[in-house]
């Protein structure tokens, strides 16, 4: 395992690009915890997976949803017979505009 460490221009370089501000005395602190977490993150390059077949998802899920096939529609009079007030065969609405004049 190689040992990793964030040196404090990297982490000047990454507050800037993260439009952060950090005082120069928290540089070396986080300095250090991100080098301690890339190295706690590595060690999964020692880890075994010769054995482990790849996943396309990490849940144990079918998709068990039915085919998309078409249905027939509802009719114009069904859909308007459940409408508040119509006017011939439209919806009829109030009036969110108004007119000039």
């Known amino acids: 395992m190689t040992k990793r460490s964030i040196t404090s221009d990297e982490i000047k370089k990454l507050a800037a690009l993260s439009k952060l501000s950090i005082a120069d005395d928290e540089v070396e602190l986080y300095s250090q915890q991100l080098s301690d977490i890339l190295d706690y993150v590595s060690q999964l390059e020692n880890v075994d997976t010769s054995d482990i077949e790849p996943?396309?998802?990490v849940l144990d899920q079918i998709n068990d949803s039915k085919p998309d096939e078409?249905?027939?529609s509802i009719t114009q009079k069904m859909v308007l017979k459940n409408a508040p007030i119509t006017s011939g065969d439209f919806f009829q609405v109030p009036e969110v505009i108004k007119k000039n004049g």
Do not use: A, G
Request: charged share 0%; net charge neutral.
């Open 70 to 72: 078409p249905q027939p």
């Open 55 to 57: 996943l396309l998802n």
